[in-house]
């Protein structure tokens, strides 16, 4: 009998290794649903498929490369096709084709949904689509989260018009940015690069809270956003965007892709980019720019090569910006007295991915390359930032299988070189850095368990050996119920100079650290994911909760005295809770609502004693709703968020008390926008903060700014009032996108 037993699961294991997509193919006429014998079901690309069988089914190979277009045909009915990934092995398919005597309006449309999550991934990876990203003007990718609770973005000082991204309540520098798999906005780069990348330029993010995996790298502490931009061969010919608002802002995007050559191996794609603040606004009439002037133009070029043997993506991409600020009727450069504040960023990078296809099935062999160069200047009052990064990285990965694709493995290497040079006033921090490192990760799939191990060493030059293992898991409790859990380790190395640039807006002298470590954090969290039928209609619960404990941490105290700001490494506790909980339901067709609440506990040893990080509000409501009519011309969207109290840095200065306020009021944001679409063109009119919601006296005695009690740096809700928006847009789509 046990030998029984092995022979069967043996035989299964066979089976699972072969049949690596699944379906079953049936007709539908009049009404009349049966299977279809002989249906062929053919790979577009691979030029390889099977025939159905009599009750339908079929069973079919993946080939290496992919994605490829999987045809359905049988005569007498209409062709169907479905574009499968590496996402889809395992996947069991039902497939219905029409009898092409039905009438077209009795075809049944689907529609995919702007924001999802993806059920096939181990990780709970939210993904963001471009009908997602179109809701709002995203104009760069500081603002593409607008519609979005897991991704909060705030201004970091009243002056700069800076932003940066929190997740889980933990600044931006913990949150592990990529374009497309590649490290991005790393280092220099990070305080002021979300405003440069053009959000007409994506086509999807893809958000992931916690440690991601051990592929990706060591720096995901909080979590990961992976950005996604238009590919040359599967993007419009060309598209125009052109926006402009009441702040005097206006700004300019062009691209488009095409084929190279006759066997349309060669695509590439341009990417253009130009705006700019023209105009001088003070609404709040404490003196100070509301919004910063200056400008931003941006390039890039991508190329992508399919062969027979090999696929690779390359290209460049550079950006030039200028801005100034400060006090009304500062001019750049200009040493006439007034406070002011100037930040100018030079930018170029080159990255390229290549993948190998090997003869042996399953095997497969990538590697990614990035090299950077980044200036950065910055000038608030009489206090100055210098610096410079050179930037260099790659990544080779193998992929295979143990036996069959029950266990499946990823093993490679990395290494990541960095030379920063930079000075504020009297202080200097030059640095260079070497970390190679090595990674494997294991994954045993079966129907309803997927689990994942995996482990990297990286060996930096300072500061020797680290080591970070992570676990992944992921459970089908029912059809319609997922539950995930995470673990895993993190690490970084602080640059308290650029990460905390924004501080430069006060009067408060710096206190340097004694000596710059590591800052090692653990995260352990899980999702669950409930679809269900409400009212006959569908809906979503999706809840999570996350816990990111630090090993070690360079502290920024504001609390332990009124005149410093004082980086030290942490010698107590530090620790991050988030709870989130977010339903989705759709009461009517093209009609979608969507509730969100998240909880922060984010705590510190602050001024000597644990309390809770400044500006960071406990508690944020959400709801969006969005409605397209039925001939899709004209689309509605609306996004309210509450956001709760925070507590607020202390300035009194010995005998001067300019507020006595230590924590923020609960206020609320409300955003809405109206699309109009006519053949190629998409007009679209939209308000932002639209309650009119400033915070009073956002900067601490504006009135002497190169005084002892200056502060600009105690902001935590908006600056300016009602935005009022309007912008176009005209595509050309591929020909085959048309038909």
């Not at 029984?4 to 649903?33: F, P, R, W």
């Not at 279809?36 to 089914?57: I, P, Q, R, Y």
């Not at 999706?542 to 942490?570: A, C, G, P, W």
Request: some cysteine; proline content about 3%.
């Amino acid at each position: 009998m046990k030998h029984k037993l092995l022979i069967a699961l043996g035989l299964l294991m066979c089976l699972e290794a072969n049949a690596q997509i699944k379906g079953i193919v049936v007709g539908s006429d009049n009404n009349k649903i049966e299977p279809l014998e002989n249906a062929k079901v053919f790979l577009l690309t691979a030029k390889t498929g099977v025939l159905s069988h009599e009750d339908g089914g079929f069973e079919l190979i993946l080939p290496r490369q992919l994605p490829d277009t999987l045809v359905f045909s049988h005569v007498g009915y209409i062709n169907d096709t479905i574009i499968v990934t590496k996402e889809d092995r395992f996947a069991n398919l039902k497939v219905v084709l029409f009898s092409d005597q039905t009438l077209p309006e009795f075809i049944i449309e689907y529609r995919k949904e702007a924001k999802t999550i993806s059920k096939l991934k181990v990780l709970a990876v939210e993904e963001l689509s471009l009908g997602e990203l179109r809701k709002a003007a995203c104009c760069n990718l500081s603002e593409s989260f607008e519609t979005n609770v897991s991704v909060d973005v705030n201004f970091t000082d009243a002056i700069s018009g800076a932003k940066q991204i929190q997740m889980m309540g933990l600044e931006g520098v913990y949150t592990q940015i990529q374009f497309e798999n590649i490290p991005y906005l790393r280092g220099l780069e990070q305080p002021f690069g979300l405003s440069s990348f053009p959000g007409t330029w994506i086509n999807s993010i893809q958000i992931t809270k916690g440690t991601g995996n051990v592929v990706n790298g060591y720096e995901s502490m909080a979590g990961l956003v992976n950005i996604e931009v238009f590919k040359p061969q599967a993007m419009d010919r060309f598209f125009l965007n052109g926006y402009g608002s009441i702040y005097g802002r206006g700004e300019l995007n062009l691209h488009g892709g095409m084929n190279v050559g006759k066997k349309d191996k060669w695509s590439t794609a341009l990417f253009a980019h130009g705006s700019g603040v023209f105009v001088e606004n003070n609404y709040n009439k404490d003196n100070f720019m509301d919004v910063p002037m200056g400008y931003l133009a941006a390039f890039n070029n991508r190329w992508n090569y399919h062969g027979e043997k090999m696929e690779a993506q390359f290209g460049v991409n550079s950006y030039l910006e200028s801005k100034y600020g400060g006090e009304v009727g500062y001019k750049k450069g200009a040493n006439n007295g007034l406070y002011g504040m100037e930040t100018d960023a030079k930018h170029v990078d080159i990255y390229a991915k290549t993948g190998f296809f090997m003869k042996k099935p399953y095997n497969s062999i990538g590697v990614i390359y990035n090299l950077k160069y980044h200036e950065n200047d910055a000038l608030f009052g009489l206090r100055a930032f210098k610096g410079s990064e050179k930037r260099g990285y790659i990544n080779g990965l193998f992929e295979s299988i143990i036996g069959s694709t029950l266990h499946k493995y990823k093993v490679g290497i990395s290494g990541v070189f960095v030379d920063y040079r930079q000075r504020m006033d009297s202080l200097v921090d030059n640095r260079l850095e070497i970390v190679p490192g090595a990674f494997f990760e294991y994954t045993y799939e079966v129907p309803r368990v997927t689990l994942v191990l995996g482990a990297r060493g990286d060996y930096h030059n300072l500061y020797k050996f680290q080591f970070s293992p992570r676990l992944h898991a992921k459970f089908v409790l029912t059809e319609y119920t997922d539950l995930r859990v995470t673990a895993g380790k993190g690490w970084r190395v602080p640059n308290y100079m650029i990460d905390n640039i924004s501080l430069l807006a006060t009067s408060r002298q710096w206190v340097a650290p004694s000596e710059t470590l590591p800052e090692i954090s653990w995260n352990f969290g899980g999702s669950l994911v409930q679809s269900f039928k409400l009212f006959g209609n569908p809906a979503s619960v999706v809840v999570d909760y996350y816990h990111t404990l630090f090993e070690r941490q360079l502290i920024v105290d504001r609390d332990i005295d009124f005149t410093s700001i004082v980086f030290k490494n942490m010698k107590g506790k530090s620790f991050s809770n988030s709870v989130q909980a977010e339903f989705s339901f759709q009461p009517a067709k093209r009609f979608d609502i969507r509730l969100a609440y998240k909880f922060l506990d984010v705590r510190a040893e602050y001024g000597g004693k644990l309390q809770q990080k400044v500006m960071v509000p406990k508690h944020r409501g959400f709801v969006n709703l969005a409605y397209q009519t039925r001939n899709k011309k004209w689309l509605f969207d609306l996004t309210t968020s509450i956001f709760g109290s925070s507590r607020l840095p202390v300035t009194q200065l010995d005998s001067v008390n300019f507020t006595t306020d230590n924590k923020s009021k609960v206020y609320p944001q409300l955003s809405a926008q109206i699309t109009y679409k006519h053949k190629r063109w998409d007009f679209y009119i939209g308000g932002e903060n639209l309650t009119n919601y400033r915070q009073k006296n956002p900067i601490i005695d504006a009135e002497n700014p190169f005084g002892t009690h200056f502060d600009a740096t105690r902001t935590w809700a908006p600056i300016t009032g009602i935005n009022v928006y309007v912008g176009f847009r005209f595509i050309i789509e591929h020909k085959n996108e048309e038909h």
